[in-house]
């Protein structure tokens, strides 16, 4: 062509590009696209075979689209050729303005690299600008960034020469079109493949979303979901119907209220000390209908987003038969199976918690002294009230050591199940520190006992030992049911003539035990009257009318003994005095 007119070369060559570049610009995909790149090469610029080596993402090239020959494009379609052996090609033969061409005086030795190529035998150039088949002509093309995109590789001019100023300056601008619309393909697809995976996201994520709202809503347990930090900290957001079944509130209430209106009293520390995070505890909640349901909650933390708000996931177990359970073990481990009293297990632990290991007899120091004023001082204010809060008495006698930790007999057993049978006597004050502890007798009241058995005004813990008199012969009379109907009367009977804060426990066979803190001499000897007169009227059996006797030992603890030996000093006493009456009056009280 270059031999006809250079104006009439330059327009239809302009018009070629024009239209071949528009083509450029109607592929969608971006495999259309490089191969419209190479046919529009054959079709519009005037070579016979046109490749485009594209740049994969670890650098290599690989040859994508071909046009010109369809048993070269088969033969090395797909190949992939390394970039070392492509920059040594981009720095070889001639640059033509940033096209590249190496003629086949210097390219033979490339014939046994690892870049795909293909080329036909020929006749030797008769003249200097004649193609040779073993010429080679590069147009690499690069990205805005100034990254290589690919390389543009022609062959074989359809006028069989090298071409001229103006047909290198047309390939030149195609390959920078080219670069473009590979670009611009690639960014499509990106597009796409990432509106395609967010839309997959937005389905997972629906369909997560209707799965954690179905798991909420359906859940047998009780489920909650409440807001995490600032004023609102603990407000509930949301409800499944079993959270409101357990608390018989709708959902529409209960999101007015936070945990911490619902807990009762007495668990709010135990709510407020538990973690946000994986945090467990065990509480009450409070019900419509004032009463308290045993949960378990367990929290979890849960983001709205990256930066966004959290949430606080909680889940609430009903345990309220788990804890009756457990109430009813420790009942049991605790409680003589038969009358419901506290055992000698318990009663040991009862009166340990009273006893530590200095004596009496040993006199405190004056700055002893001075100590145990100051702690009455602190401890003991405006009639008797214990810094912990717990009750004391105002007598000399009085012992208001509380301990810190739970109150472990608040007035009542701490056993009594709801609705079950009560255990009958009270509390002798909470479980202490082991004997021997560190600041014990700094701290822990003493108890003391009477000198003697003429009442002085020292008031005590007396310890009346009980044993039924003629209870074996109605058992070998009458059989074990109805002495064990005895036995159950007989606690019961002890019980009401007690007050709330004394112990009656049961020993075991027909033994008995009464602790009554805060007695003199005489107050305990007129308990002891009232108990014996209470066991002696007839009980009434399966129509039967039986009696028993009861024989009374009053022992009193004090410091400096243990529990054992309190016990055995009153089962001594007991039996002085029951040697002192005779058979007779033993049955009749």
């Not at 033969?75 to 001639?94: A, D, F, K, P, Q």
């Not at 709801?418 to 082991?434: D, E, F, H, I, Q």
């Amino acid at each position: 062509m270059e031999t006809e007119s250079e104006p009439y070369v330059r327009l239809a060559t302009l018009r070629q590009l024009h239209r071949v570049v528009a083509e450029l610009n109607t592929a969608r995909s971006l495999a259309d696209t490089l191969q419209t790149v190479v046919d529009g090469i054959v079709v519009g610029l005037g070579y016979e075979l046109a490749c485009v080596n594209l740049v994969r993402p670890d650098g290599d090239l690989v040859v994508a689209a071909f046009a010109g020959d369809p048993a070269a494009e088969a033969l090395i379609t797909g190949r992939v050729g390394s970039r070392n052996s492509w920059e040594r090609r981009l720095t070889m033969g001639e640059n033509w303005d940033g096209l590249r061409f190496i003629p086949h005086t210097e390219g033979w030795v490339l014939m046994e690299d690892d870049v795909p190529q293909w080329h036909t035998e020929g006749p030797e150039p008769r003249f200097e600008d004649e193609w040779h088949p073993e010429d080679r002509l590069y147009a690499p093309m690069y990205a805005s960034g100034g990254e290589l995109l690919g390389v543009i590789s022609v062959d074989r001019p359809r006028n069989g020469r090298r071409p001229g100023a103006w047909g290198r300056e047309a390939l030149q601008m195609y390959a920078f079109q080219a670069a473009i619309a590979i670009s611009n393909a690639r960014l499509r697809a990106n597009m796409q493949r990432a509106l395609v995976r967010l839309e997959r996201e937005q389905q997972a994520l629906r369909a997560s979303e209707e799965s954690f709202r179905q798991a909420f809503e359906y859940a047998p347990s009780g489920m909650a979901i409440a807001e995490m930090g600032g004023d609102q900290h603990g407000r509930l957001l949301r409800t499944n119907d079993a959270l409101c079944r357990l608390l018989g509130r709708p959902a529409s209430v209960l999101r007015r209220y936070s945990f911490s209106d619902l807990v009762h009293p007495e668990d709010i520390g135990t709510l407020l000390r538990t973690s946000a995070e994986g945090g467990r505890a065990e509480l009450r909640l409070g019900r419509r209908d004032g009463t308290y349901v045993w949960v378990s909650l367990r929290n979890s933390v849960v983001a709205d987003a990256a930066d966004g708000p959290r949430f606080l996931l909680t889940h609430v177990e009903d345990i309220e038969e788990r804890k009756r359970h457990e109430l009813q073990l420790a009942h049991r481990a605790s409680h003589d199976s038969l009358t419901g009293l506290p055992n000698s297990a318990e009663l040991r632990a009862r009166l340990g918690a009273r006893l530590c290991r200095r004596p009496q007899s040993v006199r405190a120091t004056a700055v002893e002294a001075l100590d145990a004023a100051y702690e009455g001082r602190e401890g003991v204010h405006a009639g008797g009230r214990h810094a912990g809060g717990h009750e004391t008495g105002g007598g000399a006698g009085d012992h208001g050591f509380q301990p810190d930790g739970p109150d472990r007999f608040p007035g009542s057993d701490p056993f009594e199940l709801p609705g079950g049978p009560g255990a009958p006597g009270g509390s002798m004050g909470p479980l202490v520190p082991g004997p021997g502890t560190a600041g014990a007798y700094d701290h822990h009241v003493h108890t003391v006992a009477p000198a003697t058995d003429i009442d002085d005004g020292t008031k005590g813990l007396a310890v009346l030992f009980c044993d039924l008199d003629g209870f074996k012969s109605i058992n070998d009379r009458f059989g074990h049911h109805t002495g064990d109907a005895v036995l159950i009367e007989v606690a019961r009977r002890l019980t009401t003539c007690v007050r709330d804060g004394d112990t009656v426990a049961r020993l075991g066979g027909d033994e008995f035990v009464v602790l009554a803190d805060g007695l003199g001499a005489a107050d305990a000897a007129d308990l002891a009257v009232r108990l014996r007169s209470a066991i002696i009227p007839p009980i009434r059996v399966d129509g039967r009318a039986v009696r028993v006797g009861a024989s009374f030992g009053i022992g009193w603890a004090s410091c400096g003994m243990s529990a054992d030996e309190v016990l055995r000093s009153a089962d001594q006493r007991m039996y002085i005095e029951k040697r002192s009456r005779s058979k007779a009056h033993r049955r009749a009280g």
